[in-house]
């Protein structure tokens, strides 16, 4: 089955205990992305990535990091977490649009729910 | 700034009785415009793309259209099982995704 991968599903720690939410995809998608989804905020891009060792800060970068050293992983970072950073995470994945370079349909995880405490 | 808003932010419906759904956009670079539908609990799914003004898709009840500064979800005769919140959201150059903050729908039977 086609699908995007997020673990851990629920995750409650501590304010400046590193994390790690991993994302992984199994269709073979160049395009992956990051969202935080907060109540009256909606969906705000973190990082996303083209391509292997290719990534971009989307809206709200601050105080999170990711890599891209495979094409089906993506893991989202958390170095030292904040209580601002509670909230529910995705991780997205696309094809590049044929004749283009961007991103398309976004493929969504089931969602990582995070409480920093 | 790159914007999209979404209203009205949530609908009650009686099953059967049309509406439609408004997302306006102010973005530089509109490389398409997506609708998605979103359960709670869940991640949202993908529903319509839309990448030029004039454009219809239709599937099932719902039908997007879109014109050079807002979309429109049309749900004709709703049941209950399209309750959710229905999300709008547009990809500009960059590729970057700016998102609304959605609707949420209720049909009630």
């Known amino acids: 089955e086609a699908q995007v991968t997020q673990n851990p599903r629920y995750l409650i720690t501590v304010t400046g205990k590193k994390l790690t939410v991993t994302c992984s995809q199994n269709?073979?998608?160049?395009?992956m992305s990051w969202y935080r989804q907060d109540p009256g905020l909606g969906l705000r891009q973190i990082y996303y990535s083209m391509n292997v060792e290719v990534t971009d800060k989307g809206d709200v970068p601050e105080g999170y990091k990711v890599s891209r050293k495979e094409k089906r992983n993506f893991p989202l970072i958390l170095e030292s977490p904040s209580p601002n950073q509670t909230s529910l995470y995705f991780c997205?994945?696309?094809?590049?649009?044929?004749?283009?370079?961007?991103?398309?349909?976004?493929?969504f995880g089931a969602g990582s729910r995070l409480t920093v405490l | 700034e790159d914007q999209v808003t979404q209203s009205p932010e949530a609908l009650r419906l009686q099953e059967g009785e049309s509406s439609s759904l408004n997302c306006s956009y102010t973005?530089?670079?509109?490389?398409?415009l997506f609708w998605y539908r979103q359960d709670p609990g869940k991640g949202p799914e993908f529903l319509f793309t839309?990448?030029?003004a004039g454009e219809e898709k239709e599937k099932e009840r719902l039908k997007a259209t879109l014109t050079k500064k807002e979309s429109f979800l049309h749900i004709t005769a709703p049941k209950p099982e399209d309750s959710a919140t229905y999300l709008c959201a547009v990809r500009v150059t960059g590729n970057q995704f700016y998102f609304g903050t959605g609707t949420s729908l209720t049909v009630i039977p």
């Open positions: 839309l990448y030029s």
């Open positions: 973005v530089s670079g509109l490389r398409g």
């Open positions: 269709m073979n998608h160049e395009y």
């Open positions: 997205a994945s696309s094809f590049r649009t044929s004749g283009s370079s961007g991103a398309n349909v976004l493929t």
